[in-house]
C-alpha cells in the first residue's frame, strides 16, 4: 500500500507571495492532519480535516488554510508568505475519526527569501 | 506549560549502549502514545505506539508508559549507528489531535 505522498517537494517563495501544498493520504484513510515543523518549536499541528470537514485547529493565523477533497486529498494554503514561514511542512493521515496513530509524508520544505 | 515535554538532546552513546528516551505529559486525558524517529530531511515514521500503562516491545525498542506518573519512555537496547535520527514522543485523548514532543536527537558512535 502506498504511503502518504506529498507535492512538491521543495520550493521556494518570495515574502507576499502565496503557496499551495498538495497531499494525498494512505488509501482509505479519511483523516488528514497538517503540521509546521522547525528546528525552534518542533512540531506545531496546524489543523486537521475529516470527510471534508475541519475539525481541530491550531494557533496559526488565518494566512494558512486547508481543505480537503472528496477523495480525501488535501491541501493547504498560505498567502502572504513572511521569512518566518519557511518550514517543513508535514501532512499525516489516519483511518477514520478516532484513530491511535497516524502516518506521515515525507514533508514539503518551503523557503521563504 | 506544554502538553508535552521532552529533552531535546542532543544524546551522543556508543554503538552497543543502551538508550532511554523520556516525555512528560500534563494531560491526564491521554490514552494512546506512540514514538516517531525522523530522520534528517525526512518525514517521521511511526515506531511504536501503546494504549495504557506498562511495557510494549518490539525487536530491540521497549515503549514504557506510566500513567501515574504522566512518563513515556523509549528503550532502545544494543544501539546501532542506523538509529541515530531525532525521536519524538506523540500522544492523544480521544479525537484526532495529536500533540508532540519536541524531539531528541539521538547520534550512536560506531
Known amino acids: 500500500k502506498a504511503g502518504v505522498t506529498q507535492t512538491p517537494r521543495y520550493l521556494i517563495k518570495t515574502r507576499g507571495q502565496q503557496v499551495t501544498l498538495s497531499c494525498s493520504p494512505i488509501?482509505?484513510?479519511?483523516?488528514v492532519s497538517w503540521y509546521q515543523q522547525t528546528p525552534g518549536q518542533g512540531l506545531q499541528f496546524l489543523f486537521e480535516?475529516?470527510?471534508?470537514?475541519?475539525?481541530n485547529k491550531g494557533n496559526f493565523p488565518g494566512r494558512f488554510s486547508g481543505r480537503q477533497f472528496s477523495n480525501s486529498r488535501s491541501e493547504m494554503n498560505v498567502s502572504t508568505l513572511e521569512l518566518g514561514d519557511s518550514a517543513l511542512y508535514l501532512c499525516?493521515?489516519?483511518?477514520?475519526?478516532?484513530?491511535?496513530?497516524?502516518?506521515f509524508g515525507p514533508g514539503t520544505r518551503l523557503l521563504v527569501l | 506549560q506544554k502538553e508535552v515535554e521532552q529533552d531535546p538532546g542532543p544524546l551522543s552513546v556508543p554503538e552497543g549502549a543502551i538508550v532511554s528516551l523520556n516525555c512528560t505529559y500534563s494531560n491526564s486525558a491521554f490514552q494512546y502514545f506512540m514514538w516517531y524517529r525522523q530522520y534528517s530531511r525526512k518525514g517521521p515514521e511511526l515506531l511504536m505506539y501503546?494504549?495504557?500503562?506498562g511495557n510494549k516491545e518490539d525487536g530491540r525498542f521497549t515503549a514504557q508508559v506510566d500513567k501515574s506518573s504522566k512518563y513515556i519512555s523509549l528503550f532502545i537496547r544494543d544501539s546501532q549507528p542506523s538509529d541515530s535520527a531525532t525521536y519524538l514522543c506523540?500522544?492523544?485523548?480521544?479525537?484526532?489531535?495529536?500533540?508532540f514532543g519536541t524531539g531528541t536527537s539521538l547520534t550512536v558512535i560506531p
Open positions: 501503546t494504549y495504557s500503562s
Open positions: 480535516y475529516f470527510s471534508e470537514t475541519q475539525r
Open positions: 488509501s482509505g484513510h479519511r483523516s
Open positions: 506523540a500522544m492523544k485523548a480521544s479525537g484526532n489531535q495529536f500533540y
Open positions: 499525516a493521515s489516519s483511518l477514520g475519526a478516532d484513530q491511535e496513530t497516524q502516518y
